[in-house]
């Protein structure tokens, strides 16, 4: 089939010809039977286990058959590790039937695991040229959850290269979002967020570059921590960009209620099972909060947040001030060269060479549209300011989009001397955020727009990637950042009025999201889907942030209908 050779259909043929037999091997779903095993977190499932009323093997049984109707309806696993997780989970009962002791905090907890544990550095793009194999797994924060009692059950889907806001590759297909088949999942997590939503897995881990935890889970109503660079071992496991300095991506947790992301982080924090210097040797932190605490907090951020985005925002800051918290109202500290152009400037420095390597000769996918533009350009050896400049200078006099004009100039190929220096740009913007954010404002944390669309439909990221300019300025500042879901979209609430319709903009993705006949943001086709905040501290204070994050949730109120359980309750009531 065109665009691939024989060869490599029969490679993705057979591919997920092995991913459907061991999918279709899985016990048949039983609401009877496995939801009171799906209504539990990671906590309760151990004290279940270690009070006798359950067995390591009934819960993964139960999350197995889960998983199952959560791929076929979402395309979300990768590979089946179905046959070993109940053989582990047989081994982890008969231990503790023999000792009475449970092997660690996490004991009979099914794992899911983002697609990027790879032993190949050119595996995170996923290309066809693989082979039939499953890949062995050796990411360092795996083995340690698993030391402490886990068991993985199934590996997720993302897109190729792992830098892209949807979630489709060539050899394992798109992964849809759960509650509306028309959206995208979000990326590169997307596999994960949906196993989580949808209870097929108890716990997740993912990873973060720009987005890649957050939106995700933003899309799919579920919560993430993006950690703090070297606070979770990242050894082992596979990077969009392998060298770069100026960005770098994390590991970090994915899960269904705020406890579970804490007691990875409590296991992982500081942790390492080997090269000690890869991680911050600082454990996990007891902290205690003030009684009130101090909040900024914004609604857009180099684009204008949807309706039921800007929503989210105000409903918790109202939510918290009712609990007595403080919420001042602040402003990103904006400059030529903002934080995303920087972000985007570093990260293309090598024309997305090294990016793109990880492809091989694969087509590459519509989301990637950004990245593929740039290695067409006459690179700086060719045509070094002639060419880029009529591109700007066309989008910013004839389209008269000043943003993307700028974002275009500082795109592609850098010599050296000029990475240098956006790297010394961001360090200066780090110290002038501290000072005109956290310092000026004396704040706690920030509560932020996750993206400034609640949801993507599919095969939109390739024209509006600038929405993840809201996520990916954590990344840029090296901040911790956790996900909390709010509330869903409601499609008189979140309609868009002449404030969105009608202004004057000249923006091309602003227009996309909220103007014409077809804007990408529709309240009636995301009528119930998830709409989320980040809640963000100061670096290294990730603890703090877990802390905010309880307080947040417990502002919000327990009756939004998120959390384990929840999708079975969102069934039910339809």
């Excluded at 705020?258 to 902290?287: K, Q, S």
Aim: net charge positive; proline share 7%.
């Amino acid at each position: 089939m065109w665009p691939f050779s024989d060869q490599s259909q029969a490679l993705i043929t057979a591919k997920r010809a092995q991913r459907s037999t061991a999918v279709s091997a899985a016990p048949k779903f039983s609401p009877t039977q496995h939801s009171p095993f799906l209504k539990a977190s990671a906590s309760q499932i151990v004290q279940h286990i270690e009070r006798g009323r359950w067995t390591a093997t009934q819960v993964v049984t139960a999350y197995i058959a889960r998983a199952a109707v959560a791929h076929e309806a979402t395309n979300c696993l990768t590979e089946i590790l179905f046959e070993e997780a109940l053989k582990q989970a047989k081994e982890l009962d008969a231990e503790f039937a023999s000792t009475k002791k449970l092997r660690g905090p996490l004991h009979g907890v099914p794992l899911s695991v983002k697609l990027t544990s790879l032993v190949w550095t050119r595996l995170w793009g996923t290309p066809i040229s693989w082979g039939n194999l499953l890949q062995p797994m050796p990411m360092k924060v795996v083995a340690l959850l698993r030391a402490a009692g886990a068991i993985p059950i199934a590996k997720t889907n993302v897109p190729q290269t792992l830098f892209a806001c949807e979630c489709s590759n060539h050899v394992f297909g798109q992964t849809v979002n759960p509650f509306n088949p028309a959206f995208t999942s979000g990326g590169s997590s997307g596999g994960e967020a949906v196993m989580l939503t949808m209870d097929g897995s108890a716990l997740g881990i993912g990873s973060d570059i720009g987005a890649s935890l957050r939106t995700p889970a933003a899309f799919c109503g579920i919560y993430s921590l993006k950690p703090t660079n070297l606070r979770v071992s990242y050894v082992g496991a596979g990077e969009p960009q392998p060298g770069l300095e100026g960005v770098k991506s994390v590991a970090g947790p994915m899960a269904r209620s705020i406890d579970d992301l804490e007691i990875f982080c409590r296991l992982t924090f500081g942790v390492h099972t080997a090269r000690a210097f890869a991680i911050a040797p600082t454990l996990y932190r007891e902290v205690k909060l003030p009684k009130k605490l101090r909040f900024g907090y914004y609604t857009d951020y180099y684009l204008k947040s949807s309706p039921a985005t800007r929503r989210a925002v105000l409903e918790t800051v109202t939510a918290l001030q009712n609990q007595g918290h403080q919420c001042i109202e602040i402003e990103v500290p904006t400059r030529p060269g903002d934080p995303f152009e920087n972000y985007v400037a570093m990260s293309s420095a090598d024309g997305y060479k090294t990016l793109l390597s990880g492809a091989g000769s694969d087509p590459l996918e519509p989301a990637l549209r950004p990245v593929a533009f740039v290695p067409a350009l006459p690179q700086a050896d060719q045509a070094p300011v002639f060419f880029r400049q009529c591109i700007t200078w066309a989008i910013e006099f004839i389209l008269k989009d000043k943003q993307m004009a700028s974002f275009m100039s500082v795109h592609g190929k850098k010599p050296v001397q000029e990475l240098f220096a956006w790297t010394a740009r961001r360090d200066k913007y780090h110290e002038e955020f501290y000072a005109e954010v956290w310092n000026k404002h004396n704040l706690d944390g920030i509560i932020a727009p996750v993206v400034a669309t609640p949801q993507l439909p599919l095969g939109s990221f390739g024209t509006v990637f600038p929405v993840t300019s809201t996520t990916a300025l954590y990344n840029f500042l090296d901040l911790p950042a956790g996900c909390v879901p709010v509330t869903r979209v409601d499609a008189h609430k979140d309609a868009l009025t002449a404030e969105w319709t009608a202004a004057r903009s000249h923006s091309i993705v602003y227009k996309a999201l909220y103007q014409g006949k077809a804007p990408m943001y529709d309240p009636v086709a995301m009528q119930g889907m998830p709409v989320a905040v980040q809640v963000v501290g100061r670096r290294w204070e990730d603890e703090k942030v877990l802390a905010m994050m309880h307080v947040v949730d417990n502002a919000l109120g327990n009756d939004r209908g998120f959390g384990p359980g929840s999708w079975d309750a969102k069934t039910e009531g339809q």
